[in-house]
């Protein structure tokens, strides 16, 4: 047993050296390496989460950006229902166009148009304009009916219907022809201007207030 020391005080040094070698085993063996496999495990589930998270982050974008696109198609729809509601200002001309073919259509002559002046609002402008015309009351109660089912919005509004005096030479008609006077007034969007120019008939007579139905 040549290798093993005499002396105590190397006796004492070797038992020193292993102490420490089994210190130094011992918490290699039950210390960290066990943590060091809990803290591999963690980083693991880590990493795991990380990438769920960032799926889910995607996930959800690309669900908020779904949503935004339908919103938008949303309101482009409804932009195209105004847009076919409310005339252009270029449109207004033909607009009473379709009042005097829809006044034909029920055998009526429109015999006066008169622009009203006009009445600006915040986003839209009113348009409107004073008829008169003669004829029984089917005749103007259909007339009323298709100027307010026209496609752009126009609405017969202040109504004012007057018996027309029959000749007393005249053969007395089955039917009491009346005449009947009444403004139309349609929007156009505020950004566009048309200047209102009179069709036919007289001066600019007094407006009436916005809004005003029959």
């Known amino acids: 047993m040549g290798l093993l020391p005499t002396r105590d005080r190397d006796k004492y040094a070797l038992v020193a050296i292993l102490a420490a070698v089994g210190i130094v085993?011992?918490?290699?063996?039950?210390?960290?390496?066990?943590?060091?496999?809990?803290?591999?495990?963690?980083?693991?589930h880590v990493d795991s989460l990380v990438v769920v998270n960032q799926r889910a982050?995607?996930?959800?974008?690309?669900?908020?950006?779904?949503?935004?696109?339908?919103?938008?198609?949303?309101?482009?729809?409804?932009?195209?229902v105004m847009r076919r509601l409310v005339?252009?200002?270029?449109?207004?001309?033909?607009?009473?166009?379709?009042?005097?073919?829809?006044?034909?259509?029920?055998?009526?002559?429109i015999a006066d148009v008169t622009p009203l002046p006009l009445l600006q609002g915040d986003q839209y402008?009113?348009?409107?304009?004073?008829?008169?015309?003669?004829?029984?009351?089917?005749?103007?109660?259909?007339?009323?009916?298709n100027i307010g089912s026209l496609q752009r919005i126009v609405a017969p509004i202040n109504l004012t219907l007057?018996?027309?005096?029959?000749?007393?030479?005249?053969?007395?008609?089955?039917?009491?022809?009346?005449?009947?006077?009444f403004e139309i007034q349609t929007y156009v969007a505020r950004n566009v201007v048309v200047p209102p120019t009179k069709v036919k008939g007289g001066g600019d007579p007094e407006p009436s207030k916005p809004g005003e139905r029959l």
């Open 25 to 44: 085993y011992g918490y290699y063996t039950y210390l960290w390496e066990p943590k060091d496999t809990e803290l591999t495990a963690t980083q693991t």
């Open 57 to 80: 982050k995607a996930e959800l974008a690309q669900g908020k950006t779904q949503e935004l696109k339908a919103e938008a198609e949303r309101f482009a729809n409804d932009l195209e």
């Open 87 to 109: 005339p252009t200002g270029n449109e207004v001309p033909a607009l009473l166009e379709q009042v005097s073919t829809a006044a034909r259509r029920v055998g009526l002559d």
């Open 125 to 145: 402008d009113a348009y409107k304009y004073r008829l008169s015309m003669r004829g029984d009351y089917h005749q103007i109660g259909t007339l009323l009916t």
């Open 162 to 181: 007057a018996p027309v005096t029959v000749m007393g030479g005249a053969k007395r008609a089955r039917t009491q022809p009346v005449e009947a006077r």
